[in-house]
Structures are given as structure tokens and as C-alpha cells.
């Protein structure tokens, strides 16, 4: 979203001179456009909005209005999705660890429920002895080897995932034959979440071609979903000079599989995609006042109202897509300088060396792709959590006011005497 000067001056009088802006338009064409590529390739599609990449509960709910399942991995997450209103039978429950009451309350509600371990399957079995006249349903979190032609394709170089049933050792078929046991209990879906360096096409291909095999074997006529679960790529900016696949390409990849493996079917199991970055990273922007500038020896420093928090929490030192909105353009010479932050941590940059016209105070420097993770893990570290204020057809309206103190210092949680 492209703001002028005086527009982003206008926001920073009512809300604040550092503040997120979501782009509620883009919000909505990123979901039609993931639930289009799909649906065109296999009708029994299902969205569920990973709640973990941004849990902002105005956002869930336009994605609920939308036509987004919530896809939650905690009992925080779901009484959040249940508080907007979004209908029990459309939150997806992963996460690995459930407690008793949180399993109770899942399916007494009627909520999609994948068990990710033995003990949470124990606490299944408890539930349907509990209630004997009541039919249970459960997914099964598999794990399963998922790698691309012996290379190994997790997150941080892990051999293995440390979520979800084992199928190598035999602890899935036992989970499997243990509860069929039960009368009262159904499988009656896979998931297979991977966390992954590359977000390949032919990850997905194996993660839904070997669930699709699972639950041919084990699962039968029962099948209700297959859970692929989220991490695709979303449209990136080409600052990042990533040749990633589009929201097509991994339609036609995993809906390929799909329909060759259940086109005998006379029912077709759902398919279940999980997106969280590819849904949200590209519909927020933090905007903050540069406050003022400094040279030290030969390095410019510019400080902004803002924190190395409010965009990149993991602190990694790639640079994120920014552009810098000037009071007026002055002409001088291009310099090289460093954007730092409020804190008084010696590593809070926001962006290094960038090459340019050197800010003056009260211009405003604009980082995109924000929306991921960033919401949920900014502490309220040093300075208050600031606004987030939505756009939507030239109107702004805030989602999140500014901390004070007394929600900074919650007086229900905080003894001050």
C-alpha cells in the first residue's frame, strides 16, 4: 500500500508515530487466490488459517468471515476462535500438548481434533470410555520420512521431526489398531505438518502422497481429510530474488496426487491446506518516525520509533523490503547508513547498510512483509506494543490500540505493593 506523506502524517497524530498498517484488500485476494487455485483442481477444499502466524482476533475474523477454518495449537487460540464466534465444527485442534480438559472440550464441541502422541491418544481413549454413547472422531498427526531423494528437507537441518505419531517404529500402526479397538472411536483423517527449508513442490507431493497412502492402508472407508498442513510459500517481494512456486503450482502438484489417488472414491476426502505466511506476511507494513540522525566515526546511524521486535523477533540481519517517505527531497549526496532502534540493545538494527539519502526527522520509514510471527512474538520489551491500525478502500481504523501502562503492567496479573 503506496501513502503519501501527509496521510501517514494524519495516522501518526491519532495513533502513534510507530504503528502496523494491515491491508485488509490484499488480506482477502491472497485468501481467493489460494482458495481458487485450489477448488479449481479439487473441489473438497478446505482452508484453515494457521492462528499461530498472526492471532490479531480482528484478522481471524475476516478470515472466519471469509470461509477459513481455524487452525489452532492451543487452548489460548481456541477460546480466541471461539470469542469471534467461528462455529466449533470449523477449528482445526493441532499443537503437542493437549491437555485432558482441552481433548473434552474439542470434542464435545464437534471441533477437527489431530492427536499428535500417544499420551494425548490415552487421553482419546479416557474421553470415549467417559462418554461411551457418544461417537468420537480424531485425526492422527503422522510422521513420516518425507525426504527428496535421500536429501534431508527439515527446518534447521533437523534428520527428523520431533511432531506427530511415528510410522518407522510401528507406534502409528499400534496407535491405529488400539483405537479401532474401541468401539466408539473413528479415524477419520491424517495430518502431516513438516516444517521445511525450501517449501519445495515435491515436499508437498511427498507429504500428500504418503498420507494418501497411509490412509488407503490403515484408514479405509472412514477417511473424512487429508491434512497437508501449512508452510507454502506466498507472493514474495522481489527483493528476495526467490524463484518460489505460486499458489498454482502447488495446487496442481498436491490436487494431481489427490485426485489420482481417491478418483475411484465415491466420496472424496477433504483436502486440508493450513497456510499462515503465504495468508498474512504480505499485508502488513510498520511505519515509524525517524527521530533523529548521528555519525560515529564514519557510520551514520538514523533511530526510529521502533524496534528490531516490531519487525524482524529473531533478529536476523537480512533487510527487509523498505521504502523511506520523506518530508521533502533535498538532493544530497547518497551515504550509507545503518536504521537502529529504541532499546538500549547494542544489536537492535532494523536494517544495515543501506544506501541513500540520509533521513531527516519526521520522515517515516516504511518495512513490509510484517505480518508473519511478527504480531505474536513482539514483547512488550522496554516501550509499549504499539497500534495496529487496518486499511480497507482508503479508510483506516485501528484493530489494536497502543499500549499504556495499565495493559502493559496488567493490574490483574501485576502485585505493585
Known sequence: MMLSYHQIKELDQEFGSSFYLLDINKLRNNYQKIDSAFKRRYQNFIIGYSYKTNYLPYLCSVMSQLGAYAEVVSRLEYDLAIKIGVDPRK????GPLKTFEDIEIALNYGSILNVDSLYEMEDVKNYSEKYTSKQVKVGLRVNFDITNNGENVLQEGFDRSRFGICTTNGNFQD????LRELENIRIVGLHGHFSTRERKLETYENITKGLCQLAKEYIGDSLEFIDIGGGIYG?????????????????????????NEFQNNERKPYLILEPGISMVANTFQFIAKVIGTKRIKDKYFVLIDGSVHNIKPTM??????????????????????????????????LAYEINGELPKKDDYVIFENVGAYTIVFNPPFIKERPSIVAACNNEFFVVRKKESLREFFNEDLYIFK
Not at 503450482?249 to 489427490?258: F, G, H, K, T
Not at 527487509?320 to 540493545?345: A, W
Open 91 to 94: 477449528i482445526i485442534f493441532n
Open 175 to 178: 496407535a491405529v489398531k488400539e
Open 235 to 259: 507472493e514474495l517481494p522481489a527483493s528476495f530474488k526467490l524463484n518460489a512456486p505460486s499458489f498454482d503450482d502447488y495446487a496442481e502438484a498436491v490436487c494431481r496426487i489427490m485426485n
Open 316 to 349: 536476523h540481519k537480512r533487510n527487509l523490503p523498505m521504502q523511506i517517505v520523506k518530508q521533502k527531497v533535498t538532493g544530497e549526496k547518497y551515504v550509507s547508513y545503518n536504521i537502529v532502534g529504541y532499546t538500549c540493545m547494542e544489536k537492535d538494527y
